[in-house]
């Protein structure tokens, strides 16, 4: 599309201005984040789904920037930036443009910006309730906004790190699985991987891992032998460093013993639950009686969240949770929604979700680790499906 009509910039307009107050009127102060803000945030932390979709430039200076490809990120650094004590409770709230390129249907125009209304909490320490009430205002904006008929799913990426850190494996398995968390393929290949008699298979690298092992060298010093041995450089943006690192982590993984049947079949079992969030708490607590403390805290957690919505009204028989959704930001940490309406044909459209993303703050510059929950709503996506500014 080359532009909005001006009808479309109204109804736009008109669903900010019936959103905004419901947030407003939660307590959080209205911000309007920069739109350009540094790549590196975004590379680093959003996962590929976005990294991908972004647009980058490089500034004068040689700054690699981009146009913000959502407005979480950009009110973290605000609030950075704004606050004299970050680790204090604050909330915000924000109507504005998101650039990001989706590919439009075959033969179309590819969109590359939409309207995102949001709300961020910072700060807070009730982690269930903010998280019920930050799903309640989702559906309360999107009430406000004359929107209904919707699904909504829920996840918790806290309860698949526990039930990782319940099974004795290497902390950098444990990396290595929650990063592919959002690529099912690569996931499944990578617990194959880690799986009893799995792992001894021979692989492209398998000879040059024997050597390694043979030669007695350190890692760089292996790396560096190799490459003058065959007169090769080093692709650009790799180290000696981090390539000699990776090479000693698949050695290492040679002396580990394998994930057992049991520890996989643990996994498999909990990534298979998907049902209504009251009926998950049965199968996850069948599943924390084969685990220990750590995976029962969560579940604790997971009942007390499911408590705090009760409490707050929210129809928990309209949901379902499923294990595997987490939404496709990498920078979530724990509860995660999503709200979905079906459009033209059946097709499934996803309209509102956010979650919580305890470690943000501090990956880009906070002190210490500060609690965040939050929403975004694709208003743009809202127009012709009865988004008019008026309640449902």
Not at 35 to 44: M, T
Not at 91 to 116: I, L, N, S
Not at 281 to 305: K, P, Q, W
Not at 339 to 354: C, F, K, M, P, R
Request: net charge negative.
């Amino acid at each position: 599309m080359p532009g909005k009509s001006s009808d479309q910039r109204r109804a736009l307009d008109a669903l900010n201005a019936a959103m905004v107050p419901v947030f407003e009127a939660a307590g959080a102060e209205f911000i309007d984040p920069d739109i350009i803000q540094p790549a590196d945030v975004f590379l680093e932390r959003s996962g590929e789904h976005i990294r991908s979709r972004t647009y980058l430039f490089t500034s004068p200076d040689g700054e690699e920037l981009c146009l913000r490809p959502d407005l979480t990120v950009p009110a973290c650094r605000y609030h950075l930036e704004a606050s004299a004590d970050p680790a204090q409770p604050a909330r915000y709230c924000y109507a504005g443009k998101a650039f990001r390129h989706t590919p439009g249907e075959p033969g179309g125009t590819p969109v590359r910006e939409f309207d995102q209304v949001g709300l961020e909490i910072f700060g807070a320490g009730g982690t269930a309730r903010d998280d019920a009430e930050v799903l309640a205002l989702t559906l309360a904006a999107l009430k406000a906004a004359g929107i209904g008929g919707y699904r909504i799913e829920i996840g918790d990426l806290g309860l698949f790190d526990a039930l990782l850190h319940s099974i004795d494996m290497p902390e950098r398995w444990r990396n290595r699985l929650k990063r592919q968390f959002w690529r099912p393929r690569a996931f499944r290949d990578l617990l194959r991987q880690l799986s009893a008699g799995k792992r001894k298979a021979r692989t492209a690298i398998s000879g040059l891992l024997d050597e390694m092992e043979a030669s007695g060298l350190e890692p760089v010093a292996f790396v560096e032998q190799h490459l003058e041995a065959l007169d090769l450089q080093m692709v650009a943006g790799r180290t000696v460093e981090q390539v000699a690192g990776r090479l000693a982590e698949k050695l290492s993984d040679r002396s580990q013993p394998p994930l057992t049947p049991e520890q996989t079949a643990l996994i498999d079992d909990y990534l298979a639950i998907r049902c209504a969030p009251e009926d998950a708490t049965a199968r996850l607590r069948a599943i924390a009686g084969r685990t220990g403390d750590i995976f029962n805290a969560a579940v604790d957690l997971f009942e007390e969240r499911l408590g705090a919505m009760r409490e707050a009204g929210l129809d928990l028989a309209a949901m379902e949770f499923a294990a595997v959704f987490g939404r496709s930001l990498e920078y979530y940490t724990g509860f995660v929604f999503q709200v979905e309406l079906d459009g033209a044909e059946g097709a499934s459209q996803n309209i509102a979700g956010g979650g919580r993303y305890d470690t943000m703050l501090a990956d880009i510059g906070a002190r210490q680790q500060i609690p965040a929950v939050g929403l975004a709503i694709q208003a743009s996506r809202l127009i012709g499906i009865g988004g008019s500014g008026g309640a449902a």
